[in-house]
């Protein structure tokens, strides 16, 4: 069988999503022979279905403590990845910096948000309450009668794609090799560790291999049992709507019930998105694209005129505590960086440090500690006793 031997200190990495490139784009700046494989092309799975929300703050709910943590790491991180990346690719990424809005178009709906606004608050979150006249000052296109909103200034975004597309190009000048359309179809294994992957009968030795394959990490049954992580797709049904860039609607991210709306300086104007546990299934439907353009409607009345440029549906890869799961497997030489839920473009700088700092220094970033496999494993001895 031909054998495809690389150096001692290689890296192998399945799925080149924003994940995947982030890691092997570090590992390979610092010095490292990394391959990256993907079943199709680069950047076009979970991460071109993003809408690019880098939302540490807002979307924060009871119970998320310590995932606010590491998201918030990830915060401070992305100013200096924008920088190095836009650098090392000459590609703009579009980073946005206005904020977020959240919206609430009605009285109950301001209560709810007052609460949550209250328990972010006691989290130590920087956001500031508006009244709906202050909403619309910031918005003008927000419907009349807006009951209250939450600003959060530090809440961003980035263009997903751009992003996948700066990552590969960073990641190819840094001496990476990418095999795309080229789907990994099992673990090299001696000895109870693993050496490397396969790619139908062609084997690539590798000292260390990540697995960030993202919605499909659960559906892999070449993987042995003891490396296998709960993660399954949740799928989101996506517009794209065509503002005027020279007078658009919205400058910044907005969110109102069952909806966010995402600007972009070209004019795009994301719309998303649904939520629903139906496996990879690809099928855009009507009830979907009508859920979307009622709840936007709703605090925009003006996007009725806008015409619908693009429509997608994508799969959030979710754990079972819809939080990523980050380190090594049961099995020596296998690193998981997956399951990252909503969260997948916010976590790629932390998730690129924390997988390149515990390959090159066998380190653990100290707000990723808490999300390695190994939970799931103690709730169910936990569950059993």
């Known amino acids: 069988m031909p054998d495809k031997t690389s150096n001692k200190a290689s890296v192998a990495v399945i799925g080149a999503g924003v994940c995947g490139l982030g890691i092997a784009w570090r590992l390979a700046q610092a010095g490292r022979a990394v391959e990256v494989f993907d079943k199709g092309e680069a950047g076009r799975g979970a991460t071109w279905a993003a809408a690019g929300m880098l939302a540490s703050g807002v979307e924060t709910e009871p119970g998320e403590q310590a995932l606010l943590a590491l998201n918030l790491a990830a915060r401070r991180l992305w100013p200096d990845f924008v920088r190095d990346l836009e650098a090392a690719s000459g590609i703009d990424l579009g980073y946005r910096d206005e904020g977020t809005l959240v919206v609430a178009p009605t009285r109950d709906d301001a209560e709810q948000l007052r609460f949550t606004y209250e328990f972010q608050r006691g989290l130590g979150l920087d956001l500031a309450w508006l009244n709906g006249a202050g909403a619309r000052a910031r918005e003008p296109h927000l419907r009349a009668g807006i009951a209250g909103a939450v ?17 590969k190009t960073a990641f190819l000048r840094a001496g990476g090799i990418l095999h795309e359309h080229c789907e990994v179809t099992g673990l090299d294994m001696e000895a109870g560790a693993v050496r490397g992957l396969w790619v139908g009968e062609e084997r690539h030795r590798a ?29 989101g049904q996506v517009l794209t709507l065509g503002m005027d860039p020279l007078a658009p609607l919205l400058t910044h991210v907005l969110w109102a019930p069952k909806i966010y709306l995402v600007p972009r300086r070209d004019g795009r104007l994301l719309v998303g998105a649904t939520v629903e546990e139906k496996g990879f299934d690809e099928t855009l439907t009507a009830g979907g694209v009508y859920e979307l353009l009622d709840a936007a409607w ?16 994508g799969f959030r890869p979710t754990s079972r505590d819809d939080a990523p799961i980050l380190g090594a497997s049961a099995l020596p030489g296998l690193i998981l960086a997956t399951g990252h839920h909503r969260n997948g473009i916010l976590l790629a700088p932390v998730t690129a440090e924390a997988m390149a700092r515990l390959i090159l220094d066998g380190e653990t970033l100290p707000e990723a500690r808490g999300f390695g496999p190994e939970r799931f494993a103690r709730r169910k001895l936990a569950a059993a006793v």
């Open 207 to 235: 000292e260390t291999v990540v697995l960030a394959a993202g919605p499909w990490t659960g559906a892999l049954d070449w993987l042995p049992a003891a490396a296998r992580a709960p993660v399954r797709p949740v799928k």
């Open 151 to 167: 600003y959060s200034a530090a809440d961003h975004q980035v263009d997903n794609r751009q992003l996948a597309l700066a990552l």
């Open 298 to 313: 709703r605090p925009l009345p003006a996007i009725e005129e806008l015409p619908i440029l693009e429509t997608c549906v």
